[in-house]
């Protein structure tokens, strides 16, 4: 069984920050990426960003230069440090982990509300 269990959402003002965290436990041998997503009212949920084994990063053009992800492996963390948030960016943001264990598997966290409203 996996466990993601995330934190880190909340309210803020337009132009504020919030840092998101992440955290992967249970029973997995190989992480092949960690990453996220949100899911904006009225629509369908998309990528935020994802970080892989190495290092390298891919982000949403929506969010590039405001938001970086980042990774702690001996913690299986992954964290998202949000600045400049902007009203659209209101969500709610699930931590998604990929596993190469079994030919590949998802993993989803239950999600955190971030709301950006002045």
């Known amino acids: 069984q996996v466990q993601l269990v995330e934190s880190g959402g909340g309210l803020v003002q337009p132009g504020g920050s919030l840092r998101l965290s992440c955290a992967a436990s249970g029973n997995f041998i190989s992480i092949h990426s960690m990453g996220w997503y949100r899911q904006r009212p009225g629509n369908q949920r998309e990528l935020v960003a994802d970080i892989f084994n190495g290092g390298s990063t891919d982000y949403a053009d929506s969010v590039k230069g405001r938001f970086t992800i980042s990774r702690d492996n001996a913690k299986n963390t992954v964290y998202l440090q949000m600045n400049g948030l902007k009203p659209e960016d209101t969500a709610v943001y699930y931590c998604?982990?990929?596993?190469?264990?079994?030919?590949?598997?998802?993993?989803w966290g239950k999600g955190t509300l971030v709301s950006v409203s002045s």
């Open positions: 998604n982990l990929g596993v190469v264990d079994g030919g590949g598997m998802d993993y």
